[in-house]
Nanobody, 124 residues
Framework: QVQLEESGGGLVQAGGSLRLSCTAS???????MGWFRQAPGKEREFVAA?????????HYASSVKGRFIISRDGAKNTAHLQMNNLKPEDTAVYYC?????????????????WGQGTQVTVSS
């Protein structure tokens, strides 16, 4: 059974930084990994994704490009989301997702595995 576990959420002031991490267990092959978020009363939206091979094969939502950086640990199914210059509108529950096809898709329905989510709150 594949499980994804997020960590690193919390409360930060606007302009601050947070680093989220996600580790997938129960799977031997490398998967693409993505981050999505959902604010109260809103639909889940894409944030960033990285391919199974990492490197420069990444994809970002326009709202976070230049502020957030997604990375992964070598051959492991561990991904990080470095969030800089945070804004109150970044407040949401952030979900990690895994995609067996290996490509950094922005479409949530293409992901096979999901974490439980971690809360990020940015105060003004």
């Amino acid at each position: 059974q594949v499980q994804l576990e997020e960590s690193g959420g919390g409360l930060v002031q606007a302009g601050g930084s947070l680093r989220l991490s996600c580790t997938a267990s129960g799977i031997d092959r490398r998967i693409a990994m993505g981050w999505f978020r959902q604010a109260p009363g809103k639909e889940r939206e894409f944030v960033a994704a990285i391919s199974w091979s990492g490197g420069g094969n990444t994809h970002y939502a326009s709202s976070v490009k230049g502020r957030f950086i997604i990375s992964r640990d070598g051959a492991k199914n561990t991904a990080h989301l470095q969030m800089n210059n945070l804004k109150p509108e970044d407040t949401a529950v952030y979900y990690c997702a895994g995609e067996e096809g290996g490509w950094p898709s922005p479409r949530p329905y293409e992901y096979d595995f999901w974490g439980q989510g971690t809360q990020v709150t940015v105060s003004s």
